[in-house]
């Protein structure tokens, strides 16, 4: 068996228009200064996708980066898929599963895939051997047909599997690239870019082992890790409870509070017995059957599997019942019925749909039909009404938008491109940021949310600052936070709806996250203080590669990566303008509950506190020359001047 | 004599039982332990723990001697005990999944909040002890 011990990450390059495969070994101090995982996809994505990149051409490369920590028990088997987005931003999404180990025991940490194959084709890794293969068979098969297909033809049952369904084929908007059945991830384009790359699947399985620098400081680090998360020793009261009956648990919290969107987010409060019927206790009671885990989690029970045991769906299988389910295809198209909202799920995951734009877009139409901007001759005959619409239609439609047939190619565009073509002031219906449906996190009542939609690169995307909820700020003084170089009143900054030092809280929790997810690691094991509190992170990350750092520039390198994605948009001519919360966060207030809209005034403040803390330009929000200089990036400035941006 | 015994049911299939052991002997986090596999059953519809070992870990990251896979294990699939023990403790098992549906997902006793049974005016602790 061979044994990788080394700091030292390589990349395999694959290009799909001649065939030519090759290995790269990427510079030692890149572990030094990016980490791994999402820091090294941003750079190379930097260096080597050019301003004004066709994201369906060949140029455009798509990233699958794993990072010094995967296949150690903490890398939780993440996988950083980054590309150009064909809504021009960057994108980048972090997905869970077992992929990310398998591939660098193979001998391998990133796979970057260029051109653009004659015909479908998958790509198999087994350490030395890499094989484009004809996918001819696969192509149009949806993500479960495609896993069983592959499983058939490659032997060993250990193999590791990333693929496409028949949305990203048919580059669908926000299609998503998924394995294991149900783990899915790069929602922000990353799918539309492997189905333009007529790149159906990649196999891989490796057989060498990963040996940490220093084995025994890395389990005493493992243990102080593993104290905060897990659910019997973490002082978050959120563990247990999240980890164990689910994201939905907040589902009549939410309604009762008012940040359950509903209706198109029209109202943010819903029928509580609606909101039980789709709860995480029925869920666990009638469908769950199997709790499911990413490679090595310490979570007992993040994902689950069900099964549908009753009725019109009875024997309907799918996996995991996440917080955007329950107001996707809950209350925000108001369905009230658990078994049909897991069908319209479960068949995202079969197509490879992103069912926060299905249920956005969704939701948009819902709106348009009532207001009388869409009719029965633009939906196919449907009725389409909050709560009163078609079952039976609704389930096809899944299938209609992955396959962009009848009244499904029109939401297969989003619902930002498609009220372009409907007009008539149907764009106020649409909750999008930078061509992206939102997530389902509600923005008037927790404004750190609405700053963060706002200025996220890749669009909405929760785990760029997840959690959105405050932890307690009981556990860590102002001292002590101090001390680790984070300048934050966390009582002040944690009071949801006071806008002052959203900006600073966004900031750090930005640069944490991406720390987390460069090592990498899940989000979601931003627990206790882990979130605030780096040092756990910094010792794993120590002991496993080696690397002599100090805390501060293992916090620096967190910066640098939230850098690199505003460089990359600023090269593509994104600027303040864009940084927005869609318009009826911005126009309306939250009805009963006194919850005031994101108006331009109180989104600018927090704007500004953002930009300032960050060292940006407060209008273009270029990086400073001085802050360019300050994180090691002085190289992109002669390239962001070469095409014409100005820096300060 | 205790051994390590396995509850199929809540096995989650993350492996950090094999992972963990693979590396005891030589600091390597192969993922390929002679001791403990976790085989997947194709279509992720159940993940089975085949053990092959007594329970004396090479070297354990506890100190109360427990074996490093029975520690690590999130959900409960592994417990470390003798014959008669295990036996009480899966009934405690199967009575609690009847009880409550989260125990389909983590054992009583890798669950931190005490239960109460129908009926029962007074809580249950994790190990089933009437608190």
Same mark, same amino acid.
């Given at each position: ?496 709806? %006071? ?63 939230? %850098? ?85 | ?131």
């Amino acid at each position: 068996m061979k044994t990788r011990s080394d700091r030292e990450q390589r990349v395999l390059r694959v290009n799909l228009s001649d065939g030519k495969v090759s290995m790269e070994r990427l510079p030692e101090e890149w572990t030094h200064i990016y980490l791994g995982s999402r820091g090294v996809n941003a750079r190379l994505l930097y260096d080597e996708v050019k301003r004004g990149t066709d994201p369906y051409g060949p140029d455009n490369i798509l990233y699958f980066g794993t990072g010094p920590m995967d296949g150690m028990p903490v890398g939780m088997g993440r996988l950083s898929i980054a590309c150009k987005s064909p809504r021009g931003t960057v994108a980048e999404g972090s997905a869970g599963g077992f992929f990310g180990p398998e591939l660098r025991r193979a001998g391998y940490d990133y796979v970057a895939i260029s051109g653009k194959a004659e015909k479908p084709v998958y790509l198999f890794i087994q350490d030395e051997q890499v094989e484009i293969r004809d996918a001819g068979h696969l192509w149009g098969l949806t993500t479960y047909e495609t896993d069983v297909a592959l499983r058939g033809e490659i032997p060993d049952p250990d193999t590791q599997l990333r693929y496409i369904g028949p949305a990203a084929e048919n580059l669908v908007h926000a299609a998503v690239i998924m394995g294991n059945l149900n783990s899915c991830g790069g929602r922000a384009g990353c799918g539309e870019v492997m189905g333009s790359k007529n790149l159906k699947a990649i196999a891989v399985r490796g057989y060498g082992g990963i040996k940490p620098f220093d084995y025994d400081s890395f389990v005493e680090a493992y243990k102080v890790f593993r104290q905060r998360v897990d659910i019997r020793t973490s002082r978050d009261m959120w563990s247990p409870v999240w980890t164990t009956y689910g994201a939905p648990v907040l589902s009549r919290l939410f309604t009762d509070i008012g940040n359950l969107m509903t209706c198109n987010a029209s109202v943010m409060s819903w029928d509580y017995e609606k909101a039980t019927e789709i709860s995480c206790e029925r869920f666990l009671d009638n469908y769950a059957y199997k709790s499911k885990s990413c490679y090595c989690c310490p979570l007992p029970s993040c994902q689950k599997l069900y099964s549908i045991p009753s009725g019109k769906y009875r024997g309907f299988k799918g996996g995991n019942y996440w917080a955007g389910q329950p107001i996707t295809f809950g209350s925000i198209i108001d369905n009230g019925r658990l078994d049909l909202l897991l069908v319209l799920s479960g068949l995202c995951n079969q197509y490879g749909l992103d069912v926060f734009h299905v249920g956005f877009t969704l939701s948009w139409a819902m709106e348009c039909f009532e207001k009388g901007l869409l009719s029965k001759g633009d939906t196919d005959g449907m009725e389409l009404r909050f709560g009163a619409f078609d079952e039976d239609a609704m389930v096809e439609l899944m299938g209609k938008i992955a396959r962009k047939e009848g009244f499904g190619e029109l939401l297969a565009l989003g619902c930002t491109e498609a009220s372009k073509i409907i007009g008539k002031g149907s764009e106020k219906y649409c909750l999008s940021v930078k061509g992206q449906e939102l997530e389902a996190i509600a923005e008037r009542n927790l404004l750190m949310v609405a700053l963060g939609v706002a200025v996220s690169e890749v669009g909405p995307d929760h785990t760029r600052w997840y959690p959105p909820y405050p932890c307690n700020p009981n556990l860590i003084s102002k001292e002590e936070l101090l001390d680790l170089g984070v300048d934050l009143d966390l009582r002040l900054a944690f009071d949801t709806r %006071n806008p002052e030092q959203k900006g600073k809280l966004l900031r750090w929790f930005t640069i944490s996250r991406a720390i987390v997810e460069s090592l990498p690691s899940c989000v979601f094991l931003v627990r206790d203080t882990l979130g605030l509190d780096m040092r756990p992170w910094w010792y794993l990350f120590r002991a496993a590669t080696g690397v002599d750092m100090d805390y501060g520039e293992f916090v620096m390198a967190g910066e640098r990566l939230m %850098n690199l994605d505003r460089l990359f948009n600023v090269r593509e001519g994104f600027a303040r303008k864009d940084d927005r919360v869609p318009y009826r966060m911005s126009h309306e207030d939250v009805p009963n509950f006194g919850y005031k809209k994101v108006d331009d005034a109180l989104l600018n403040g927090m704007l500004d506190e953002y930009y300032a803390a960050n060292g940006w330009d407060l209008n273009t929000t270029v990086p400073t020359r001085k802050k360019l200089a300050e994180l090691g990036l002085e190289d992109i400035v002669d390239d962001l001047e070469v095409n014409g941006i100005e820096v300060g | 004599m205790k051994r390590i015994y396995v509850i199929e049911d809540l096995c989650s299939g993350c492996r950090l039982c094999e992972t963990f052991c693979s590396s005891l002997p030589h600091g390597v986090f192969s993922g390929q332990s002679e001791r403990i596999h976790v085989m997947k059953v194709p279509g992720e519809e159940k993940d089975v723990p085949m053990v092959h070992c007594d329970g004396k870990c090479i070297r354990s990251i506890f100190d109360d001697g427990r074996p490093t896979c029975v520690g690590l294990c999130p959900t409960g699939a592994l417990y470390f005990a003798e014959q008669e023990r295990a036996i009480q403790v899966r009934r405690e098992y199967e009575a609690a999944r009847k009880e409550h549906s989260i125990f389909k997902f983590i054992a009583p006793w890798k669950w931190p909040f005490p239960w109460r049974r129908p009926g029962e005016k007074k809580a249950r602790s994790p190990m089933g002890e009437v608190v």
